[in-house]
């Protein structure tokens, strides 16, 4: 429990380090694709220079979020060995998809975009620029789909004969590259992405506003970063109801755990803090259907039948198919060489029971709950914080469009305020994406107790504490890097 414990650390330290970088990235690529279409587009070289500034801001985030996803790879081969062995065949294909075609495309182009302004026409310059935020969006999705298809597993045989998960046919990998979770986390990823990018321009612009700078560029800049975070914002309102509804029907203990609804059933009430609480909300929002029937943490432990009429087994029904398949798996290895006959009855009954194997591994019903309390706040930080953040871009773009925005100074120190609460708002919605689906490495067929590596918790915690040190120099130098940087400012009149 201790390497099980520390590499969990670890990786969620190294992913969390990670997602400080890929938001602004994806947000920044937008950005300054849109002023730079403004650039070429109106042939104002007023513009060209606005761009090169959240340019270089960009690049310098670009460079410090490649390290840190590089290291996020390697450890699922130090630290969870079992399970790139178990789901290599199907985790590993977008992951190489991502580094082979969407990550070189990234790179390329983006060598031309931030290298190549004389060196190139104005329009294959503004295409590379627009390349390299799609060749972003491109990687991120691959690393979605990897990330989904734990979430919800798709597209898998189990093997008995090399004891993994494989992809058996073109079909299968289709299934796996369009999971309706990847499409709908994709979306709202991305668009989270712009989110943060937005309320970044506009909290950097905001404090040139505050020091009586480059009040032009300044306004302009929030213009443009409010629409971005603006209609990302509405993105991902969008894909958040639907991941919803995805939450509901493949991930119930996760949405039961972030609502800490315990007993479950129809007109189910959304709780919004402990005590107050908005009737049959719930039940719109994870079926779209007020009589819809939404199962707490009791139900999933006993049993409960769903909205299609489908009866879910208990968790200890599933626990003793699980021990069955595990029983029938080690049956059929042991006689497929000696008595094909007893091997083939033993095989039926793990293929009977292969879905619930998982459930094999745990101890007791109540291992399946996750830290209900951890998900619970963050689901509210992310919401709220969401909304706040909204609210703030809707305001910068009234206030900006009726030209009063250099004039309101409270709402210039709110703005610049607000890009460490978007930071928050991204991370507490990966706790709620991640912790909510423990104890499962991947949902219902492997818990993290068996995905492990077989390393010694000495190992595990010197490469935490270098890690550790290793990304908080990165990003020390990287807020250094930019405060610098944006302390000079852009090269505009």
Not at 21 to 32: E, K, N, R
Not at 298 to 308: A, P
Not at 365 to 388: A, N
Request: glycine share 8%.
């Amino acid at each position: 429990m201790d390497v099980l414990l520390w590499s969990r650390l670890q990786f969620a330290m190294t992913a969390a380090y990670h997602w400080l970088f890929v938001p602004l990235t994806l947000g920044l690529a937008l950005v300054i694709a849109v002023m730079e279409t403004l650039y070429v587009v109106k042939k104002d070289d007023y513009w060209k220079k606005t761009t090169q500034f959240w340019m270089k801001l960009f690049a310098i985030n670009f460079a410090v979020g490649i390290a840190t996803g590089i290291i996020l790879e390697f450890e699922f081969g130090t630290n969870w060995s079992n399970y790139s062995w178990f789901v290599g065949d199907i985790f590993g294909a977008p992951l190489a998809i991502e580094g082979i075609l969407a990550f070189f495309m990234e790179a390329t182009f983006f060598a031309v975009m931030f290298f190549g302004w004389e060196k190139v026409s104005k329009r294959f310059h503004l295409i590379s620029t627009w390349l390299t935020g799609i060749g972003a969006s491109i990687s991120a999705y691959w690393i979605l789909v990897a990330n989904s298809w734990m979430q919800h597993p798709v597209g898998t045989t189990f093997n008995p004969d090399t004891v993994r998960s494989e992809m058996a046919s073109v079909e299968a990998f289709w299934e796996v590259i369009s999971n309706p979770v990847a499409v709908s986390k994709f979306i709202h990823s991305v668009t989270s992405g712009w989110v943060t990018g937005g309320v970044f321009v506009v909290g950097v612009s905001c404090y040139y506003l505050l020091r009586g700078r480059k009040i032009e560029f300044a306004r302009k800049s929030a213009l443009v970063g409010a629409a971005v975070g603006m209609m990302g914002t509405l993105a991902v309102m969008f894909s958040g109801d639907i991941s919803g509804i995805h939450t509901a029907e493949f991930q119930p203990m996760k949405l039961a755990a972030a609502e800490g609804l315990e007993d479950g059933g129809r007109r189910a009430p959304f709780s919004i803090v402990p005590g107050v609480e908005i009737p049959g909300m719930l039940s719109i929002l994870a079926t779209h259907d007020i009589d819809g029937y939404v199962p707490g943490i009791n139900d999933i432990i006993n049993g409960y039948t769903d909205n299609q009429g489908n009866v879910i087994p208990s968790v200890a029904e599933k626990m003793e198919k699980g021990r069955l398949a595990l029983s029938s798996l080690e049956e059929y290895r042991n006689l497929k060489d000696t008595d094909p006959d007893a091997a083939a009855l033993a095989r039926g009954v793990l293929e009977e029971n292969v879905q619930y194997m998982g459930y094999g591994y745990l101890e007791k019903p109540e291992d399946v709950i996750p830290p209900v309390d951890m998900v619970y706040w963050s689901f509210r930080v992310m919401v709220g914080g969401g909304m706040f953040l909204a609210l703030v871009l809707l305001l910068v773009l009234w206030y900006g469009y009726k030209g009063h925005i250099e004039k309101t100074k409270w709402l210039q120190w709110v703005a610049m305020l607000s890009v460490p609460l978007v930071y928050l708002t991204g991370q507490v919605g990966w706790i709620v994406a991640e912790v909510g689906r423990q104890p499962w490495t991947i949902q219902g067929l492997l818990p993290v107790n068996v995905a492990t590596s077989s390393v010694s918790l000495a190992a595990v915690q010197t490469t935490f504490f270098v890690f550790l040190a290793v990304f908080a120099l990165f990003l020390i130098i990287e807020i250094r890097i930019m405060i610098n940087a944006i302390k000079k400012g852009p090269e505009v009149e």
